[in-house]
């Protein structure tokens, strides 16, 4: 079962801004509890869309850049990017449907 990769600072623009299938980034950090709570979710997610989509983590303490770039002000953040855009954002906790559905929008169009 894939992982979600470990998005940083240094390789944002590569794993994200490069990519040819959509990219789900969970902007989080290990203090946050909603993070913590959908942390799970987010793996399952991964294992489902592996091929499909890139899902990955960016933890906003140790990568302050990108953060501030997209005016991440609240954790969990998730944002969706295809071709290098953000085309969905959703901030809180929601529901693996939810988010399942975002991606699958995305994949294959």
């Keep these: 079962?894939?992982?979600?990769?470990?998005?940083?600072?240094?390789?944002?623009?590569a794993l994200v801004l490069n990519s040819d299938k959509?990219?789900?980034?969970d902007f989080w950090a290990?203090?946050?509890?909603?993070?913590?709570?959908?942390?799970?979710?987010?793996?399952e997610i991964s294992g489902e869309?592996?091929?499909k989509a890139v899902i990955g983590k960016l933890d906003v303490?140790?990568?302050?850049?990108?953060s501030s770039r997209y005016g991440v002000m609240s954790?969990?953040?998730?944002?969706?990017?295809?071709d290098g855009k953000v085309v969905d954002k959703h901030v809180g906790?929601?529901?693996k449907s939810v988010i399942a559905n975002k991606i699958s929008a995305y994949v294959g169009a």
């Design 1 to 13: 079962m894939a992982k979600p990769v470990e998005i940083t600072d240094a390789n944002f623009e």
């Design 22 to 25: 959509p990219v789900l980034v």
């Design 30 to 43: 290990a203090w946050c509890g909603p993070c913590r709570a959908i942390a799970p979710m987010i793996e």
């Design 49 to 51: 869309m592996d091929g």
């Design 61 to 66: 303490d140790t990568n302050p850049e990108i």
């Design 75 to 82: 954790i969990p953040t998730l944002l969706l990017f295809k």
């Design 93 to 95: 906790v929601a529901p």
